[in-house]
Nanobody
Framework: QVQLVESGGGLVQAGGSLRLSCAAA??????????MGWFRQAPGKERDFVAS????????DYADSVKGRFTISRDNNKSTMYLQMNGLKPEDTATYYC?????????????????WGQGTQVTVSL
């Protein structure tokens, strides 16, 4: 079993930056075999795709709403994934979740991910 633990959330003013981390614990030797992703969920809304990254970190994908502001990355040696968030806006306020895909294929669909972290809160004030 592998567990995912997010960290790095917090309160920031609009225009500021945060860096989220997602550390895998447990069977981390398999971390590099899976694509990974970030999703977010605001109160009363669906959990939406934010970004995904291939197993090798060679390919990334972003939601249109975060392109040019957020950067996803991973360090397989550390079994950790990151989300650098710059130019934050109040509409970025949400609980952010990291997730492991079912295999090496990237996806923007929640159903293609089978392991989720507990989430970290990001709040962006005006």
């Amino acid at each position: 079993q592998v567990q995912l633990v997010e960290s790095g959330g917090g309160l920031v003013q609009a225009g500021g930056s945060l860096r989220l981390s997602c550390a895998a614990a447990g069977r981390t030797l398999t971390f590099s075999r899976y694509a990974m992703g970030w999703f977010r969920q605001a109160p009363g809304k669906e959990r939406d795709f934010v970004a995904s990254i291939s197993w090798s970190a060679g390919t990334t994908d972003y939601a249109d709403s975060v392109k040019g502001r957020f950067t996803i990355s991973r360090d397989n040696n550390k079994s950790t994934m990151y989300l650098q968030m710059n130019g934050l806006k109040p509409e970025d306020t949400a609980t952010y979740y990291c997730a492991r895909a079912r295999g090496i294929r990237m996806s923007s669909q929640r159903s293609e991910y089978d392991t989720w972290g507990q989430g970290t809160q990001v709040t962006v004030s005006l």
